[in-house]
């Protein structure tokens, strides 16, 4: 006579988690992928927040170039730009290297981006560094603001320093999940 309860086997419905040798797993080089594909969009996200950053900055230069006047921006007085200033600004543009590189996996996009981030992102701020150093030095040596740049009352320098810092933190962790990406797609490929 047939049971009540149906066929019992003790080894089918046990959840101890003594059956992962049956078990599918995901390759390791795929999980890097996708973890890294993620941290990656997030460093181009605060990419995007420091480039509107800087073109608030750049604001008051671009509209005198279109000969555009607002009183409120004008009495800023926000300094010239310098020329590394514009040139990290079109390190955006690598961005649409790096998404189609992660849409896609491709090596060589990818290692355009990089190339790309490391020449206008880390490039351009690295001269910003040396450019503005003499005047953190003397700032923060003297704490005196009589031989520096000011602007609003605050040593131009230190401001600039707070920019860079950020910067290259998000071109360094940028250059790390791109390298780390790098691996696990030719390590894919190599298998």
């Not at 514009?86 to 590189?101: D, E, K, N, R």
């Not at 150093?133 to 609003?152: M, R």
């Amino acid at each position: 006579m047939a049971s009540r309860m149906g066929f019992y086997a003790p080894n089918l419905y046990n959840n101890d988690g003594n059956d992962f040798q049956h078990r599918e797993r995901v390759a390791n080089h795929y999980q890097t992928s996708a973890v890294n594909k993620s941290r990656l969009r997030y460093c181009i996200f605060f990419h995007y927040i420091l480039f509107f950053v800087m073109l608030a900055k750049l604001s008051a230069d671009i509209l005198d170039r279109f000969n555009i006047f607002i009183l409120e921006i004008e009495e800023l007085a926000v300094p010239q730009p310098l020329l590394w200033e514009y040139i990290w600004l079109t390190s955006l543009l690598t961005s649409f290297l790096g998404f189609s590189a992660m849409r896609k996996n491709k090596i060589k996009t990818l290692k355009q981006y990089m190339i790309g981030i490391t020449v206008l992102g880390l490039g351009s701020i690295l001269y910003g560094f040396i450019y503005y150093f003499h005047d953190v030095y003397e700032y923060l040596s003297t704490g005196q603001k009589e031989n520096i740049h000011v602007w609003q009352d605050l040593p131009y320098g230190m401001l600039w320093y707070g920019f860079i810092l950020a910067a290259s933190q998000v071109h360094g962790f940028t250059l790390y999940f791109s390298y780390n990406l790098l691996l696990a797609w030719q390590s894919r490929r190599a298998n």
